[in-house]
C-alpha cells in the first residue's frame, strides 16, 4: 500500500501561479503512473493531469492544458503540478493519485480514477 501526502495548496488570487507536490512512501514513483485530480463542492471529481514516471509521457485535460504542468521531481522525490493563470474555476481540493500499474498506451485511460489504486488526503486550492 503507498501513502501519499499532498501539499502545496493555500489562497491564490487568479492569474497567479502555484505549485503543487506529492509525496510517496518507499520508491513508488520508479516506473508509476501518477496522476493529479481535484473535485469542487458539488462536482465528481475530474483529472487534471498524469504522468508516467521515468521520464515518460505526461497528460492532460483539456482545460488545464498550457497552464498546468506536471512533473518529477528527482531530488525531492516527489510529483509536482505548477498551476499558472489560474482560475475561479480551478478552485478545488486537489488529489494525488498512483496507480499499481504502469501508464496505458491507450491516454484517456491514464486519466480515469479507476487507473489509480492508491490516494492522498489532498490539498486545498481557493482561487480569489
Known amino acids: 500500500h503507498v501513502q501519499l501526502v499532498e501539499s502545496g495548496g493555500g489562497l491564490v488570487q487568479a492569474g497567479g501561479s502555484q505549485r503543487l507536490s506529492c509525496a510517496a512512501s518507499g520508491s513508488a514513483y520508479r516506473s508509476a503512473c501518477v496522476g493529479w485530480f481535484r473535485q469542487a463542492p458539488g462536482r465528481e471529481r475530474e483529472a487534471v493531469a498524469a504522468?508516467?514516471?521515468?521520464?515518460?509521457?505526461?497528460y492532460y485535460v483539456d482545460s488545464v492544458k498550457g497552464r498546468f504542468t506536471i512533473s518529477e521531481d528527482n531530488t525531492e522525490d516527489t510529483v509536482d503540478l505548477v498551476m499558472t493563470s489560474l482560475k475561479p474555476e480551478d478552485a478545488a481540493m486537489y488529489y494525488c493519485?498512483?496507480?499499481?500499474?504502469?501508464?496505458?498506451?491507450?491516454?484517456?485511460?491514464?486519466?480515469?480514477?479507476?487507473?489509480?489504486?492508491?490516494w492522498g488526503q489532498g490539498t486545498q486550492v481557493t482561487v480569489s
Open positions: 504522468i508516467s514516471t521515468g521520464g515518460g509521457r505526461t
Open positions: 493519485a498512483w496507480s499499481l500499474w504502469t501508464c496505458a498506451t491507450v491516454d484517456m485511460l491514464n486519466l480515469r480514477a479507476n487507473h489509480y489504486t492508491s
